[in-house]
């Protein structure tokens, strides 16, 4: 077991790493100046050239590779003598840190990994990640779990009732909820209840879960949860339901459940009792998948409902072309993305023998 998750740790590390390079390549060859973004375009020559040389652009991309790879780095080495030096030990890129061991003129230092700061806002971008990050990960939470509980439950409900005018429907909601993108959902939603139905509803097309009320005090409005998480959990909920649907069927034609029907076992405990829990398993993995996934996807969803979240901040920073913002959030998504398969990969092999075999 040890070994098998050693092995998944692994192949989880490569797939950052992967992540990281094609990050820092495709960025570094997009247009634009950073220091002309941080300083104007009236700014003077020489404060261009000091921004470069502080932001390591004035270096061969190689080295620049090297500098990002340990800045993100949780163990890291550094120059702690030489001002200088690309390695040098900033104490304001790395506030927070422990020295390990000295290696020569070099010390290996624990740290939080740096992701460098906004040229627009001069933030950390760090600090906007932690800021924005539970906002999204509320939405995307509630969104998968609207999605995986009425998924499951209509999904067994389709199984039962196979070919009837309710299985069929299930399937033409599904069709329609898998090819609909989320922001032309979002729009649509938005259109519907801001324009035709918010006098009966209420509900805000606008907002995010803490506002600012008229005496300046912040309070938490669990009303603007409901469009968004509608909108992002719409396309899980029509794989779900499909997804259960067939895998319960599935368990149904095995030998056990016609032995099980056989002793004289009723047709719901039967279905309760021995298949769904076996049937459950696929569909549990998509779930997992599904909520990495939504952290990414509330993007365009955080846009249309102005909900202030990670997503939300990576479209300003896109149309204002702040790059560090755009890569802190994108290897944060992808972080999330692989924590969350290497945990589930290792659940089964916890339950599962056979995974750990293969």
């Given at each position: 077991?040890?070994?098998?998750?050693?092995?998944r740790l692994?192949?989880g590390?490569?797939v950052l790493?992967?992540?990281?390079?094609?990050?820092?390549?495709l960025?570094?060859?997009?247009?634009?100046d950073?220091?002309?973004?941080?300083?104007?375009?009236?700014?003077?020559?020489?404060?261009i050239?000091?921004?470069n040389r502080?932001l390591?652009?004035d270096?061969?991309?190689?080295v620049?590779?090297?500098?990002?790879?340990?800045d993100?780095s949780?163990?890291s080495?550094?120059d702690?003598?030489?001002?200088?030096?690309y390695?040098?030990?900033?104490?304001?890129?790395?506030?927070?840190?422990?020295?390990?061991?000295?290696?020569?003129s070099k010390v290996v230092?624990?740290?939080?990994?740096?992701l460098?700061r906004s040229y627009?806002t001069?933030?950390?971008v760090?600090?906007?990640?932690?800021e924005?990050?539970?906002?999204?990960?509320?939405?995307a939470?509630v969104?998968?779990?609207?999605?995986?509980?009425?998924?499951i439950?209509?999904?067994i409900?389709?199984a039962i009732?196979?070919?009837t005018w309710?299985d069929k429907?299930?399937?033409?909601?599904?069709?329609?909820g898998?090819?609909?993108?989320?922001?032309?959902v979002?729009?649509?939603?938005?259109?519907?209840?801001?324009?035709?139905?918010?006098?009966?509803?209420?509900?805000?097309?606008?907002?995010?879960?803490?506002t600012?009320?008229?005496?300046?005090?912040e309070k938490l409005?669990?009303k603007?949860?409901?469009l968004?998480a509608l909108?992002?959990?719409l396309?899980?909920?029509?794989i779900?339901i499909?997804l259960?649907?067939?895998?319960?069927l599935d368990?149904?034609?095995?030998?056990y459940?016609?032995?099980?029907?056989?002793?004289?076992?009723s047709?719901y405990?039967?279905?309760?009792k021995?298949a769904?829990k076996n049937?459950?398993n696929?569909?549990?993995?998509a779930?997992?998948g599904?909520?990495a996934?939504?952290?990414?996807g509330?993007v365009f969803v955080?846009?249309?409902?102005?909900?202030?979240?990670?997503g939300?901040e990576?479209?300003?920073?896109l149309?204002?072309?702040?790059?560090?913002v755009v890569m802190?959030?994108?290897?944060?998504?992808a972080t999330?993305?692989?924590?969350?398969?290497?945990?589930?990969d290792?659940?089964?092999g916890?339950l599962?023998?056979r995974?750990?075999?293969?």
């Amino acid at each position: 077991m040890i070994k098998f998750i050693f092995k998944r740790l692994f192949y989880g590390f490569l797939v950052l790493l992967g992540v990281i390079t094609v990050v820092f390549l495709l960025f570094n060859v997009l247009p634009g100046d950073p220091a002309r973004a941080m300083l104007g375009q009236r700014a003077d020559q020489a404060s261009i050239d000091a921004i470069n040389r502080d932001l390591g652009r004035d270096k061969p991309l190689p080295v620049q590779f090297v500098m990002y790879i340990n800045d993100l780095s949780p163990v890291s080495v550094h120059d702690d003598v030489n001002k200088d030096h690309y390695l040098y030990l900033s104490l304001d890129k790395y506030s927070s840190h422990m020295k390990l061991f000295h290696i020569g003129s070099k010390v290996v230092v624990l740290k939080y990994p740096y992701l460098r700061r906004s040229y627009i806002t001069k933030r950390k971008v760090s600090e906007i990640v932690i800021e924005t990050l539970p906002e999204t990960a509320v939405l995307a939470f509630v969104s998968i779990t609207f999605g995986a509980i009425l998924g499951i439950l209509l999904g067994i409900l389709s199984a039962i009732k196979k070919n009837t005018w309710w299985d069929k429907s299930s399937l033409i909601f599904a069709i329609f909820g898998m090819a609909w993108p989320s922001f032309f959902v979002g729009l649509l939603i938005a259109w519907l209840f801001g324009h035709i139905l918010n006098e009966y509803t209420g509900l805000n097309t606008v907002g995010s879960l803490f506002t600012i009320d008229d005496f300046g005090d912040e309070k938490l409005d669990l009303k603007n949860l409901i469009l968004p998480a509608l909108t992002l959990g719409l396309r899980p909920l029509a794989i779900i339901i499909q997804l259960t649907r067939s895998s319960l069927l599935d368990v149904l034609s095995q030998d056990y459940v016609r032995t099980a029907t056989a002793k004289g076992l009723s047709f719901y405990k039967v279905v309760f009792k021995h298949a769904l829990k076996n049937a459950l398993n696929p569909v549990i993995t998509a779930i997992s998948g599904w909520f990495a996934g939504l952290m990414a996807g509330a993007v365009f969803v955080e846009n249309v409902f102005n909900w202030k979240g990670i997503g939300s901040e990576v479209v300003t920073a896109l149309s204002a072309n702040d790059l560090p913002v755009v890569m802190g959030a994108t290897l944060i998504f992808a972080t999330i993305f692989v924590v969350i398969n290497i945990g589930v990969d290792i659940v089964y092999g916890i339950l599962d023998p056979r995974v750990r075999v293969q």
